[in-house]
T-cell receptor, first 113, second 114 residues
C-alpha cells in the first residue's frame, strides 16, 4: 500500500512570507493528491488537489506542484496571513484495491503577525 | 457541512465497555469512512464502506466493528474499549460521481477511555 511522508512537522513564518510543505509517496501508480486544512478543534477540509496528469495547480494564494519522477508533491502558500495558521495534511490513494486515502502526519503552520 | 453529522461530539467511557459512535449523511454518498486522529499520526483509516452492506478494513481495524445496513448510516463500535482507543474519530463520505476521493468530514467525536 501507499506510504506518505510529510515534512516539516511544524513551520513558523512571518505574515506575508511564503510557506512550503512537502510530501513524498511510494506508489508510482498513485494519481490523485489532495491537501486538507484543519483549524484547531475543527474538521479537515479540502483546500486543493491535483491529479497526476498535471504538474501544477493554483487557487489564489495556494498552489500544489507534483513531481511524478521524484514522487513528491508540495503545497505552496504565498502572502501568508494569520488565518492560514492550521494543521495541513497531504494525502494519496491508499492502494488500487481500496478506494480510500492515506494521510501524511500533518504540518502545523503558524503565521506570526 | 450539515450533510454529515457525528454523535456524540464528546464521550467518556470506561475500559472494557462497548461504545458506538454514530455517523449520518444526507447526500446518499456511496462511500463512507472512519478515521482516527492521534497526535503525530495524522489520520489513520479504521474501516470504510463502498455501499450498503459492503465494508472493508483499513490500516487500524483491530478492536472496531462497523456495519452499514442503510446508505446514510455508518456506525463504528468499539467492542471492549481500551485506553489506546482514546482519540478523535472522524467520519467522512464521498460520492463516486464527483470522485471517490472528494471527502467531506464530519465534525468528529472526541472519545476518552478511562
Amino acid at each position: 500500500g501507499e506510504n506518505v511522508e510529510q515534512h516539516p512537522s511544524t513551520l513558523s513564518v512571518q505574515e506575508g512570507d511564503s510557506a512550503v510543505i512537502k510530501c513524498t509517496y511510494s506508489d508510482s501508480a498513485s494519481n490523485y493528491f489532495p491537501w486538507y486544512k484543519q483549524e484547531l478543534g475543527k474538521r479537515p477540509q479540502l483546500i486543493i488537489d491535483i491529479r497526476s496528469n498535471v504538474g501544477e495547480k493554483k487557487d489564489q494564494r495556494i498552489a500544489v506542484t507534483l513531481n511524478k519522477t521524484a514522487k513528491h508533491f508540495s503545497l505552496h502558500i504565498t502572502e501568508t496571513q494569520p488565518e492560514d495558521s492550521a494543521v495541513y495534511f497531504c494525502a494519496a490513494p491508499m492502494d488500487t484495491g481500496r478506494r480510500a486515502l492515506t494521510f501524511g502526519s500533518g504540518t502545523r503552520l503558524q503565521v506570526q503577525p | 457541512d450539515a450533510g454529515i453529522t457525528q454523535s456524540p461530539r464528546y464521550k467518556i467511557t470506561e475500559t472494557g465497555r462497548q461504545v458506538t459512535l454514530m455517523c449520518h449523511q444526507t447526500w446518499s454518498h456511496s462511500y463512507m469512512f472512519w478515521y482516527r486522529q492521534d497526535l503525530g499520526h495524522g489520520l489513520r483509516l479504521i474501516y470504510y464502506s463502498a455501499a450498503a452492506d459492503i465494508t472493508d478494513k483499513g490500516e487500524v481495524p483491530d478492536g472496531y466493528v462497523v456495519s452499514r445496513s442503510k446508505t446514510e448510516n455508518f456506525p463504528l463500535t468499539l467492542e471492549s474499549a481500551t485506553r489506546s482507543q482514546t482519540s478523535v474519530y472522524f467520519c467522512a463520505s464521498s460520492e463516486t460521481e464527483r470522485g471517490i476521493y472528494g471527502y467531506t468530514f464530519g465534525s468528529g467525536t472526541r472519545l476518552t477511555v478511562v
